[in-house]
């Protein structure tokens, strides 16, 4: 069996990072399951084999190691005590438990309640934007409204939201193979600060208690001890951390995907009403989280390949959301297309906590920015893209957009 060196490929390679598909598309045709020693699992890419893991919590445990790509040799800080439980990182009952507390702030109930909020904001960053010169969509709408939306909703003030990019910046972000010790060292420097900042904010609300996220969380924790301090550390950095980078690159995806496919973005402006499937199918055609992973507690097979408890599956999402077996003409954008069952949020108990929020959103986001930029398209040639350097949660750094005829950009000019 093939490894993914043995292949030539690098999860660093910019390239990569820039267009998965086509790697995906041949490793779903030549070597559906591959070793990947960068990951340290067995990368799946197919849609049935994907979605059989996930739906498998009792063989396939999230308590897995993080995945820490490049540098080993160094410590690297993580926000909470290593070993600290999340819902994303724990299998029942503990899942049960932590996942219980949040849910109910979750529900679609709940959430739309946030809506005028969120088109407020989304109206809000736009009127800032040049009509008539090109504008970078990352940097004015789809970094900007997660940020300000989730640090709302856990109650921490709004203009901390440049911040927060950078702390969350370097929780997510992978230090590369090649990073100085002053990079990892400013890196390190960054995550004490952001805990530091954290643990203020919980400790406010156990002096004087409030009814936002954090606060309900700290009620928990101080009246019925249903999660340690700890855990709660680790579960305001969790959603801190999953309600941004995340949506921040579906918005830009779906921006790129609608300059690419022309005729669906007139679609769109024609008939709004296909928005909420249209959502969907961006999430499907370019969703923002690449893979997840899973500890293996019992031996399966796949094409062969015995794989033994105690290893690790690394399931791309993005690539079983492509698998032609599960969906024709995968690599079209159809905002009209019926989709029921893409992957790009999970599956499962671990199924994504902030979809309903994620997909208002980008509802949200890609309506404002048809009705008021109705010819949207790039400003530079799409091979000009600059990406974060950040194989899993995948998006483009920039994203220079211009109404229409404006003229094209240079593209040193906003490479960045
Ligand atoms: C486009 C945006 C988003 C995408 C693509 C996404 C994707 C995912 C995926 C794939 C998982 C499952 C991981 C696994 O099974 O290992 C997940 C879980 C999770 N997501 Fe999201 N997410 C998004 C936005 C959000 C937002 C806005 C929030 C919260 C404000 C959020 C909170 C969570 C949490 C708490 C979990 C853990 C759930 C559990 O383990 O039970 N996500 N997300």
Same mark, same amino acid.
């Given at each position: 069996?093939?490894?993914?060196?043995?292949?030539?490929?690098?999860?660093?390679?910019?390239?990569?990072?820039?267009?998965?598909?086509?790697?995906?598309?041949?490793?779903?045709?030549?070597?559906?399951?591959?070793?990947?020693?960068?990951?340290?699992?067995?990368?799946?890419?197919?849609?049935?084999?994907?979605?059989?893991?996930?739906?498998?919590?009792?063989?396939?445990?999230?308590?897995?190691?993080?995945?820490?790509?490049?540098?080993?040799?160094?410590?690297?800080?993580?926000?909470? $005590?290593?070993?600290?439980?999340?819902? *994303?990182?724990?299998?029942? +009952? =503990?899942?049960? &438990?932590?996942? #219980? /507390?949040?849910?109910?702030?979750?529900?679609?109930?709940?959430?739309?309640?946030?809506?005028?909020?969120?088109?407020?904001?989304?109206?809000?960053?736009?009127?800032?934007?040049?009509?008539?010169?090109?504008?970078?969509?990352?940097?004015?709408?789809?970094?900007?409204? $997660?940020?300000?939306?989730?640090?709302? *909703?856990?109650?921490?003030? +709004? =203009?901390?939201? &440049?911040?927060? #990019? /950078?702390?969350?910046?370097?929780?997510?972000?992978?230090?590369?193979?090649?990073?100085?010790?002053?990079?990892?060292?400013?890196?390190?420097?960054?995550?004490?600060?952001?805990?530091?900042?954290?643990?203020?904010?919980?400790?406010?609300?156990?002096?004087?208690?409030?009814?936002?996220?954090?606060?309900?969380?700290?009620?928990?924790?101080?009246?019925?001890?249903?999660?340690?301090?700890?855990?709660?550390?680790?579960?305001?950095?969790?959603?801190?951390?999953?309600?941004?980078?995340?949506?921040?690159?579906?918005?830009?995806?779906?921006?790129?995907?609608?300059?690419?496919?022309?005729?669906?973005?007139?679609?769109?402006?024609?008939?709004?009403?296909?928005?909420?499937?249209?959502?969907?199918?961006?999430?499907?055609?370019?969703?923002?989280?690449?893979?997840?992973?899973?500890?293996?507690?019992?031996?399966?097979?796949?094409?062969?390949?015995?794989?033994?408890?105690?290893?690790?599956?690394?399931?791309?999402?993005?690539?079983?959301?492509?698998?032609?077996?599960?969906?024709?003409?995968?690599?079209?954008?159809?905002?009209?297309?019926?989709?029921?069952?893409?992957?790009?949020?999970?599956?499962?108990?671990?199924?994504?906590?902030?979809?309903?929020?994620?997909?208002?959103?980008?509802?949200?986001?890609?309506?404002?920015?048809?009705?008021?930029?109705?010819?949207?398209?790039?400003?530079?040639?799409?091979?000009?893209?600059?990406?974060?350097?950040?194989?899993?949660?995948?998006?483009?750094?920039?994203?220079?957009?211009?109404?229409?005829?404006?003229?094209?950009?240079?593209?040193?000019?906003?490479?960045?």
């Amino acid at each position: 069996m093939p490894t993914l060196q043995d292949l030539g490929v690098d999860l660093f390679d910019p390239a990569i990072i820039a267009r998965p598909h086509p790697f995906y598309a041949r490793l779903r045709e030549e070597a559906p399951i591959v070793y990947s020693e960068q990951l340290r699992g067995w990368m799946l890419t197919r849609y049935d084999d994907v979605r059989h893991v996930l739906r498998d919590s009792e063989r396939y445990s999230s308590m897995r190691d993080p995945v820490l790509l490049g540098r080993r040799d160094v410590m690297l800080e993580q926000v909470a $005590p290593p070993g600290t439980l999340t819902m *994303l990182g724990a299998d029942r +009952p =503990d899942h049960t &438990r932590l996942r #219980k /507390l949040l849910a109910m702030d979750f529900t679609p109930k709940r959430i739309v309640r946030m809506q005028p909020r969120i088109d407020a904001v989304t109206r809000e960053l736009l009127a800032d934007v040049s009509r008539d010169k090109p504008f970078d969509v990352a940097e004015s709408l789809a970094v900007p409204l $997660p940020v300000r939306i989730i640090a709302e *909703l856990l109650g921490i003030a +709004p =203009d901390m939201y &440049r911040q927060f #990019k /950078l702390w969350s910046d370097a929780a997510t972000e992978p230090v590369r193979p090649d990073a100085t010790d002053a990079q990892v060292g400013e890196r390190n420097a960054r995550i004490v600060e952001f805990r530091s900042f954290l643990k203020n904010e919980i400790d406010q609300r156990h002096r004087a208690p409030t009814n936002d996220f954090i606060g309900r969380l700290v009620a928990a924790h101080d009246d019925e001890e249903r999660l340690t301090d700890d855990e709660l550390l680790a579960a305001v950095n969790l959603l801190l951390l999953a309600g941004n980078e995340t949506t921040t690159n579906l918005i830009s995806n779906a921006v790129l995907a609608l300059t690419r496919f022309p005729d669906q973005a007139r679609r769109l402006r024609e008939d709004p009403s296909l928005m909420d499937n249209a959502v969907d199918e961006f999430l499907r055609y370019d969703g923002s989280v690449q893979f997840t992973t899973r500890r293996l507690l019992a031996d399966d097979e796949f094409y062969g390949q015995r794989v033994s408890a105690g290893e690790s599956v690394v399931v791309v999402l993005a690539s079983a959301n492509r698998d032609p077996r599960a969906f024709e003409s995968p690599d079209e954008l159809d905002v009209g297309r019926r989709i029921s069952r893409h992957l790009a949020f999970g599956d499962w108990i671990h199924v994504c906590l902030g979809q309903f929020l994620a997909r208002m959103e980008t509802h949200a986001a890609i309506t404002a920015l048809l009705e008021v930029f109705p010819n949207l398209e790039l400003a530079v040639d799409e091979d000009d893209l600059v990406y974060r350097a950040n194989f899993n949660l995948r998006g483009p750094k920039h994203l220079p957009v211009v109404a229409g005829e404006a003229r094209r950009l240079e593209p040193g000019l906003v490479a960045g």
